[in-house]
Every structure is written in structure tokens, then in C-alpha cells.
């Protein structure tokens, strides 16, 4: 199975679904945006910023939400604005055009008010649905799909069955073509020499060298104690983690046994298939990381969670994976499979090539937990600290 | 009999999926061996000898080295190997530099 159904978009790339995305481009913008979305089959991206904002923020808020709209899952787009605002929904309606993506745009200044806009969204919903429904799935091969892998909400069964069954998986869809992405970057410092003695060529080992030499050092600038000071924690070790190597290694396990390409920044698109790293230093929820994956076109994302989070995209299905077997029962309205089987005994090879077989099984069409829950979370990666 | 997890075919401990008791028997691939101690549920078990000074590997690549003569069936933690991630991390940035100079 080394092949997928999907949807084949003018820029080259191919969705896996057919999502009609609401995007508020302003804070004042955002009820009107949910309102569409609620009253339709349409899903909303909303958030705080837009205006007000110093030059690189709202540079960072523009590219997360053209992002977002350029991601191949999305069919068509409605921009919904003030009409006053920094981010200037025009400039975007245009960039959306000049790739040939069906898109509306609403100002609420320019509509008469928050009713008359919310009515002309769900006019402009309805349609940009009917239209979609007419589109056909086609064949493409394994090369056109892009996965990012990432845990959270973890617990002791996530780095040893969860990611180890992920990295199994990232063989496979990485040996059949594909391309996987890795991030959590922070999580590197203790492994940075597996992870570099795994770069395709000098270049990209150096590169993986200087950007964990980087984070540690900004470590040792804010907080004035080394990684190794810190790490494990009391909490680690209460739960058999004995050194950072092996705590670091259970985060490198999603990233497999493959050759890494090279590193990519928020934003950009991968130059050619391969497993990559995203340098998203972003600290904050696990959804800066999920969204810079769909930031960089990635279709579906592989997340395990021992103890379990409902995490999802506006843009991308998530395939929620949990290592602990408990959980895959007690949480199994937010669970997509069972990785836990390794902890019952399960060959962790045999189980990766089931998460591979449910990766393509996603992209075909299967919607899944976080898609059936309306977990459509999108939280552009920006420095919090 | 416990069953436990070797995450990889290079690692010399595996991991307890539920906590095995001192002299309780754990059955990893084909072999059976004995717990010396109490293991917790999460913790790690040494599958094989390890001698004083040698690594301890997990996940396929070495997690730590060990302070002590560990045998096969010995809970394995911080009473009993010490944390070198700094040495290997840099070790392998001086080896790996020095590769690439030599090779510029």
C-alpha cells in the first residue's frame, strides 16, 4: 500500500480533505468568523492579534494564517475582516487567488454589520461546499504525502511504545517515498549526536550541531544552569528515567532510523521528500508545533499521548496514538490506535506497519477522533517567553 | 512470569511494563531470567552482564555507563549508572568537527 487517494491541488501539492476554512483576520473579526463556521460545514480559524502588532508579530500572524489557507487540505477560503486592521485582508485575498484557491473575502465595515457579514459567509460556505463536493479523488504516491510526528500529554508508555511505534512508521512512510516531519527541538539537547551521526551529509550535521549548541546556550543565558543541571527531573527518574540521553531518546525515537535531510524554519515548505526537521523553538502548547507543521504543508499529523489530549488542526487531521492501554480505553472517544499493544508484548515493527497502514487509511478519507470531535485547533508558533 | 519491553536487539536492559518482583522470573525473547530486586513498573532490568565502565544502551544507542559490576537480572537506575550525556555529546561534536577539517 503504498499509494493514497487524494485531492490533486494547482500548485503541484495533493490534500487528503476538502475543508472549507473561515479565517478571521483580526481579533474583531472572530465572532462573525465562528458564527459562520457553526452555522455551516465550514471550519474557523480565529486568534488575538492582527492589529496593534510590532512589525515581526504581525509579519508572524500574516504568514501563519496564509499558511494555513495555502495548505493543500483546504479547498476554499472565506477572509473575514474588520476593514480597518494591520493584517490586510486584501493583500491575502490576492496571494489566495494567485494560487488558485476559490476564495471570499467579507469586511464587516464594509456589510453594514456583524449579521449582514455572518449571512454572506454562510451564502459564500455553502456554495465553496457544494463546489467541493464535485471534486474527485485521484491516485498519488506515497511521495506527495507529508506527516508530521509529535507527542504530548505523555506519560512512561509514550517514549517507549507510542514514539517507538511512530519512529517504526516514519521508516516506512520515509523508505515508501514520503516525507515526515519532526520538531520539539527543545527536546534535542542530550541526543544531538544520534540525531547528527543520522545526517544525510557534513552540512546538515553541522547545521543539527548549531542549533542544539544554539538552545543550549540560551539555556545557560536565561536561566543560568546547563540542561544537564536540570535534567532528569525528580519526576523523571521517580519514573525510571536514569540520564538525559535516554529521556532526549525518547522523543528522537519518533524520527525512526533515516537518514534526517535537513533542517526547515516555520514557514517553509520542504525542498524534497525525506524526514526533516522544523526548528520550532516556539515554547508553549503542543498545538505551536502541530500548527507548524501544517504550516509547512504537512497533510496529517502522527501525535501519541500516554495520558491523552484531544488535540486537533483547523487544517489537518490528527491520528491520536496512545502507548498506555488503559488510556486507549478510558479515552477512546479522542484515540485513533492503539500503540499500547507493544506494552502487552506486540512486536513494535509488526504494530508500526498497522500505524502506517491507518496513515494511509486517514488520507484515503477515514475521518478521525480529533475530526469527529471538532477539535480544530490552530495556534500560531510565536515567542511567548 | 513478567514480560518485559527490549525496545531494541543492542540494548542490555529492558524495561518492566508492570513491577516485578525480587526473585519473580521475566521471560525476554526465548531467554528466562530472575529479578535480583525489586524492578518498578517503567524502570529498567539488565538482560545481560555489564561490566564496571561499560555502557548501558537503550534505545539502541548508550543512555549512561555503569559504576558497578551489573548482573543480568539486577535493577538498573541512578544507584548504578552515571550520566555521561555531556561526554557523548561532546565527544562526538570533537570527533565530528575534527573529521570535517581533516577532510576540508
Sequence with gaps: MHSFDGYQRSDGSVGIRNYILVVSTVQC????????????????????????????????????????????????????????????????????????????????????????????????????????????????????????????????????????????????????????????????????????????????????????????????????????????????????????????MGNIKK???????????????????????????????????????????????????GRGSPLGNAVMPLVKITGNPKTYKSLNGIMDFNAGRVILGENIDIVGEELYKKIIEVANGAITKSEDNMNFDYTIPRDIR | MKTVLLVDLLDNVAVATLTIQNGEKIKVGDEIIVANQEIPIGHKVAIKDINKNEYVYKYGVPIGVSNTEIQRGDYVHTHNVIDVTEDLCKGYIDDFMKGVAENA
Design chain 1, 29 to 248: 473579526a472572530n465572532n462573525v468568523a465562528i458564527r459562520i463556521a457553526e452555522k455551516t460545514n465550514a471550519v474557523s480559524i480565529t486568534h488575538d492579534f492582527g492589529c496593534m502588532e510590532f512589525e515581526e508579530n504581525s509579519n508572524r500572524t500574516e504568514l501563519g494564517l496564509i499558511k494555513a489557507c495555502e495548505n493543500p487540505n483546504v479547498y476554499g477560503v472565506i477572509l473575514v475582516g474588520l476593514g480597518c486592521e494591520q493584517i490586510d485582508a486584501n493583500k491575502m485575498y490576492d496571494y489566495i487567488k494567485g494560487i488558485n484557491k476559490p476564495v471570499y473575502k467579507i469586511l464587516i465595515q464594509e456589510e453594514g454589520g456583524p449579521k449582514q457579514a455572518i449571512a454572506k459567509g454562510i451564502e459564500y460556505a455553502n456554495k465553496l461546499e457544494k463546489e467541493s463536493i464535485k471534486e474527485q479523488r485521484g491516485t498519488f504516491g506515497v511521495d506527495k504525502l507529508i506527516v508530521g510526528v509529535q507527542c504530548g500529554g505523555s506519560d512512561w508508555t509514550t517514549a517507549l511504545a507510542g514514539n517507538t511505534v511512530i519512529g517504526a512508521m516514519t521508516d516506512l512512510i520515509v523508505k515508501n517515498g514520503g516525507t515526515v516531519l519532526m520538531s520539539e527541538v527543545v527536546g534535542f539537547p542530550g541526543s544531538e549526536h544520534v540525531v547528527a551521526s543520522r545526517a544525510v551529509n557534513k552540512e546538515v550535521g553541522i547545521a543539527i550541531l548549531d542549533m542544539v549548541t544554539e538552545l543550549r546556550e540560551d539555556y545557560i543565558k536565561q536561566y543560568g544552569q546547563t540542561i544537564e543541571e536540570v535534567n532528569p527531573t525528580p519526576g523523571n527518574k521517580a519514573g525510571g528515567i536514569t540520564t538525559l540521553v535516554e529521556k532526549s
Design chain 1, 255 to 305: 524520527m525512526g532510523s533515516v537518514p534526517v535531510q535537513g533542517i526547515i524554519q516555520v514557514g517553509d515548505k520542504v525542498p524534497h521528500p525525506g524526514l526533516w526537521v522544523l526548528d520550532c523553538r516556539a515554547q508553549g502548547p503542543d498545538s505551536f508545533v502541530t500548527t507548524a507543521f501544517a504550516m509547512a504543508g504537512a497533510q496529517i499529523t502522527a501525535f501519541s499521548t
